[in-house]
T-cell receptor
Framework: DADVTQTPRNRITKTGKRIMLECSQTKGHDRMYWYRQDPGLGLRLIYYSFDVKDINKGEISDGYSVSRQAQAKFSLSLESAIPNQTALYFC?????????????FGEGSRLTVL | AQKVTQAQTEISVVEKEDVTLDCVYETRDTTYYLFWYKQPPSGELVFLIRRNSFDEQNEISGRYSWNFQKSTSSFNFTITASQVVDSAVYFCALREGARGSTLGRLYFGRGTQLTVWP
């Protein structure tokens, strides 16, 4: 089983609908992130959380909200989806205090907003 | 301004050619970490390497090598004798701040699409 699991993996929805992308991890990491990938733009940070009580906005948080329900769970919500939120979304974790510090990514959630 | 610049949007080579992917970064921190990730057509992000700012020694792993030069703020990635399976998008990334700092975010470049033709 994957250490970082995202659900759903693929979702097609309509403009104005509320969408939630969920992320759970078994790595025991404190830090969790949501990134968005668009062709030619790389990965851009939406929100990040350094522990359950800590939520921070990233570069492109407008139109999104998050919830850190537990150390292992970090969900991303689109309250009213719009077509330009069509993208590939990645959840990631890191153990910053650890020796490596790299991000461990989920497999991605492809969202299409019609 | 972008913290990580990958000027090459797309590169095409023929199998067995060597190819270098460029990465230039910008930071005022003296302690920072640089990363390379690979994203094959299947979409997942695969960690390739991490380098900290105090270690300028170049690294080789099989056909992969990395050239870190602080003087030019570059962390370039070379694939020797490229193979079709190397076709992917490659991302360079920067993390600023000393260990334990709240500044733990990764900043990604826009990626370089590498296509290796048989």
């Amino acid at each position: 089983d994957a250490d970082v699991t995202q659900t759903p993996r693929n979702r097609i929805t309509k403009t104005g609908k509320r969408i939630m992308l969920e992320c759970s991890q078994t790595k025991g990491h404190d830090r969790m992130y949501w990134y968005r990938q668009d062709p030619g733009l790389g990965l851009r940070l939406i929100y990040y959380s350094f522990d359950v009580k800590d939520i921070n906005k990233g570069e492109i948080s407008d139109g999104y909200s998050v919830s850190r329900q537990a150390q292992a769970k970090f969900s991303l919500s689109l309250e009213s989806a719009i077509p330009n939120q069509t993208a590939l979304y990645f959840c990631a974790t890191s153990d910053f205090s650890g020796p490596t510090g790299e991000l461990f990514f989920g497999e991605g959630s492809r969202l299409t907003v019609l | 301004a972008q913290k990580v610049t990958q000027a090459q949007t797309e590169i095409s080579v023929v199998e067995k050619e060597d190819v270098t992917l460029d990465c230039v970064y910008e930071t005022r921190d003296t302690t920072y970490y640089l990363f390379w990730y690979k994203q094959p057509p299947s979409g997942e992000l695969v960690f390739l390497i991490r380098r900290n700012s105090f270690d300028e020694q170049n690294e080789i792993s099989g056909r992969y090598s990395w050239n870190f030069q602080k003087s030019t703020s570059s962390f370039n990635f070379t694939i020797t004798a490229s193979q079709v399976v190397d076709s992917a998008v490659y991302f360079c990334a920067l993390r600023e701040g000393a260990r334990g700092s709240t500044l733990g975010r990764l900043y990604f470049g826009r990626g370089t699409q590498l296509t290796v033709w048989p």
